[in-house]
Nanobody
Framework: VQLVESGGGLVQAGGSLTLSCAAS????????MGWYRQAPGKQRELVATITRGGRTNYADSVEGRCTISRDNAKNTVYLQMHSLKPDDTAVYYC?????????????WGQGTQVTVSS
């Protein structure tokens, strides 16, 4: 299973971006999907996750400014980000939990850069 992100880029503070991540390959079942980010010199941190049934979870730092959604038929997850701040600058990584007959594995994308200028 491969995850490919798109939608990153440079945006001014206060602006918006939408990230997309599509899973491809031999897919049996994808459970949770989500987004994490890593800023320079910092550890990777949770941004948002969404279960297959649509239950969402957000980091406090993005609550109210981000919306995560998914299209199960397309094995795709989205992250809409609004009111972006310079502190949101990071590499954003897509995550998916793939399962095959009760065996689970974590899949990661290669990351997409989001830069918010002040």
């Amino acid at each position: 299973v491969q995850l490919v992100e798109s939608g990153g880029g440079l945006v001014q503070a206060g602006g918006s971006l939408t990230l997309s991540c599509a899973a491809s390959g031999t897919i049996f079942s994808i459970n949770a999907m989500g987004w994490y980010r890593q800023a320079p010199g910092k550890q990777r941190e949770l941004v948002a996750t969404i279960t297959r049934g649509g239950r969402t979870n957000y980091a406090d730092s993005v609550e109210g400014r981000c919306t995560i959604s998914r299209d199960n038929a397309k094995n795709t997850v989205y992250l809409q980000m609004h009111s972006l701040k310079p502190d949101d600058t990071a590499v954003y990584y897509c995550y998916a939990q793939h399962s095959i007959m009760g065996s689970f594995s974590d899949k990661w994308g290669q990351g997409t850069q989001v830069t918010v200028s002040s």
